[in-house]
Nanobody, 122 residues
Framework: QEQLVESGGGLVQPGGSLRLSCVAS????????MAWFRQAPGKNREFVAA????????HYTDSVRGRFTISRDSSQSAVLLQMNILKPEDTAVYYC???????????????WGQGTQVTVSS
């Protein structure tokens, strides 16, 4: 049984927007924190954004702050990532994660999705 399922990726031009969705199982959605990570070709996986269970705290990596917004939708047991003013350097596979710490470190997250491809290109 998949605990996290991402959707919403695709091809978009620079300056455009996408919204990623991560639908979570009950166990995953009740985790202390949920987050988005990304991995570009030839690079290590990196932290993008995180949100606490109640939604009261969020954190972003510097390169996306002001452009991306993470939120929770309890009606759908989902975590969303609204991505605006997309740049070619945002191109990556985006992964949803859930875990017991509000953290930027991937090893603190227990549940992982399969990923969704985001490509920013003209």
């Amino acid at each position: 049984q998949e605990q996290l399922v991402e959707s919403g990726g695709g091809l978009v031009q620079p300056g455009g927007s996408l919204r990623l969705s991560c639908v979570a199982s009950e166990d995953a959605f009740s985790s202390v924190a949920m987050a988005w990570f990304r991995q570009a070709p030839g690079k290590n996986r990196e932290f993008v954004a995180a949100i606490t269970r109640g939604g009261g705290s969020t954190h972003y990596t510097d390169s996306v702050r002001g452009r991306f917004t993470i939120s929770r939708d309890s009606s759908q047991s989902a975590v969303l990532l609204q991505m605006n003013i997309l740049k070619p350097e945002d191109t990556a596979v985006y992964y949803c994660a859930a875990g017991s710490q509000f953290s930027v470190a991937d090893f603190t997250y227990t549940y992982w999705g399969q990923g969704t491809q985001v490509t920013v290109s003209s």
